[in-house]
């Protein structure tokens, strides 16, 4: 049998996957880029040695990474992807009626390109007229922005390498800069058991930049750890509220995981003061 | 490096671990036993090729399978585990002071022994003198008992192989005939994301014999799929409801996590109608 063994120095556990068929395989300027076919999982996205989506349970990754804050704002406009060159991000952002305007800030257009052609149900928005595509790094993209964004969202690869830029108390300010009163920033920020110190961190660094910061998290079988955690943070809105009713078709978010997700108030403190004993 | 890669035929991702030592190898009449020293996890228990605990996150499962149905009885007295050979479930239980009486009925003598060896911090009680080792087939040891059993545990290995007996309406039968009138019954019952229809059939052959039946889940990084399940039934008694304070010591159960388990009403629902789209 011809198997994929995932290259992730941070993971104890090592995931490997049977595979059928070498679908893609190539070099962008950025990284490496393969698409191989499983059994189970179909199609996935393979970025460095690391899975980023499978078209069996992407969903809950994107779903989760999107709904929760777009929920959480009454009516958001403009949203800023940073990442996501798969398209998935983007197609659940448009889900939402009252978006306008999608800066979809992908640095590598390879991705974007390998996502068209393999993923055809994941990148199905991307070319969307509501979408303005962007190939370059998403810390210069927010440079000196009028604060009129009501969700940002970070659909980067893990924290290591390129993206670690996108987790630094500069990046955040810039974030928050060009926020609008009710937006919401969104991030991934890794599993809340094989990571919990980055995840502690992330959250370290956001509360310096915003007033408000909190953690959800959600069930995602091919990210290593698991138990995958979003961190968010906001000018004062409350994510944990929803502003809008739940009506929009998804496989895995609702209104009852959008409060399930978020960590209980105990468990959250206890992260935060490093009495997770674990 | 020397590696371990799991055996299990029933998960689509192979999970796959570093070896610094084998402390232990050996066959059991029912099984291979194996135990292992991972730089991240400590020791690890392995039977017949899957991984049972590690030493490291042994607590989310064995908090997860006991303090649900112990705190929503009212007052725990005796309580049977079937399987649990390593002693953490045991362990757990006798954190509740109403327990008088705890049979331990594990199939496999040597992996009670093992686990005196290898993990005394979860083997710890089994040697408590509330505690009755029983040697033997769970499934006979309930044949005809009196009904005054307050708590019945599954703690077995992977629904296949010899476990399965314990997963019959003829088991299910035994074990609603012993329960006392608040009595639980709890068991494992595999990964939502791996094993979603074994998940719904054990619910389905539940609700055949308990009037009431329901679902919790943890997240556990050692077990295929992570997102790990366990069935619960009652003669009528609620599992939701706490029906104690919480104020044992525990490193991830908690009065806010009894609630929190819970799979969501409506995800439920869908479950059970086979609409989760997974």
């Known amino acids: 049998m011809i198997r ?10 090592q995931y490997s996957y049977e595979v059928e068929n070498i679908l893609y395989k190539g070099k962008s300027k950025f990284q490496e880029i393969i698409v191989v076919q499983n059994p189970h999982f179909g199609r996935m996205l393979i970025l460095d040695g690391v899975v980023q989506i499978t078209e069996r349970d992407e969903f ?3 779903e989760m990474l999107t709904h929760v804050v777009l929920h959480a704002h009454p009516a958001p406009k403009n949203v800023i992807i940073i990442g996501g060159g798969d398209g998935g991000a983007v197609r659940e952002v448009l889900k939402h009626k009252t978006v306008e305007k999608v800066y979809f800030v992908e640095i590598d257009e390879e991705v974007i390109n ?24 998403g810390a210069e993209f927010l440079k000196g922005r009028d604060a009129d964004i009501d969700v940002v969202i970070v659909d980067s690869t893990d924290i290591v390498g390129f993206a670690t830029s996108l987790f630094t108390e500069e990046f955040f300010t810039s974030v928050k800069n060009c926020l609008s009163r009710d937006g919401f920033y969104v991030t991934l920020s890794e599993s809340l058991h094989f990571h919990k110190e980055i ?6 660094t956001m509360k310096k930049i915003f007033p408000l910061v909190d953690i959800y998290t959600a069930p995602i079988a091919t990210y290593a750890g698991n138990w995958w955690t979003f961190s968010v943070a906001s000018k004062g809105a409350l994510p944990r509220e929803m502003r809008q009713k739940f009506s929009i078709n998804t496989k895995y978010y609702s209104d009852e ?6 960590l209980p108030n105990k468990m959250y403190e ?6 997770l004993e674990w």
Chains 1, 2 share one sequence.
Do not use: G
């Open 257 to 262: 995981i959008h409060q399930h997700a978020f």
């Open 114 to 137: 390998v996502s068209r052609k393999f993923f055809p149900k994941v990148a199905c928005d991307v070319d969307d007229p509501r979408v303005e595509i962007k190939c370059m790094d």
């Open 199 to 204: 995840v502690i961190e992330v959250q370290e």
């Open 4 to 13: 994929f063994y995932e290259r992730d120095p941070y993971a104890p556990i």
């Open 270 to 275: 206890k992260l935060m003061k490093r009495k």
């Open 60 to 62: 809950f990754y994107h």
